[in-house]
């Protein structure tokens, strides 16, 4: 199982930043993904999820509602974050993660810094 997250880098506040995750490794389409931050000096938090197959139900940290969205492409086995209105306390390091088969797995991690 692997996971690899790209699309980080430096944005302004209030603007925008795509970020996805490339899985591999398993039946992607079986398992509900998510996507954590950290930053630093802080615990690492659940940002936003989806569920499996047709990702009908998603999910958001109150701090990310009406700004991210999470989405999924099964063909392509990617989850996206699309992040909107982006504010400096958004800074951190988003990790993609899923939970195959009991284990947890996770990406190696992308930069999000939000200047002001």
């Known amino acids: 199982v692997q996971l690899q997250e790209s699309g980080g880098g430096l944005v302004q506040a209030g603007g925008s930043l795509r970020l996805s995750c490339a899985a591999s490794?398993?039946?992607?389409?079986?398992?509900?993904m998510s996507w954590y931050r950290q930053a630093p000096g802080k615990e690492r938090e659940l940002v936003a999820s989806?569920?499996?197959?047709?990702?009908?139900?998603?999910s958001y940290a109150d701090s990310v509602k009406g700004r991210f969205t999470i989405s999924r492409d099964n063909t392509k086995k990617m989850v996206n974050l699309q992040m909107n209105s982006l504010k400096p306390e958004d800074t951190a390091v988003y990790y993609c993660n899923a939970r195959v088969r009991g284990i947890v797995t996770w990406g190696q991690g992308t930069q999000v810094t939000v200047s002001s």
């Open positions: 989806i569920t499996s197959a047709g990702g009908s139900t998603r």
């Open positions: 490794g398993f039946t992607f389409s079986n398992y509900a």
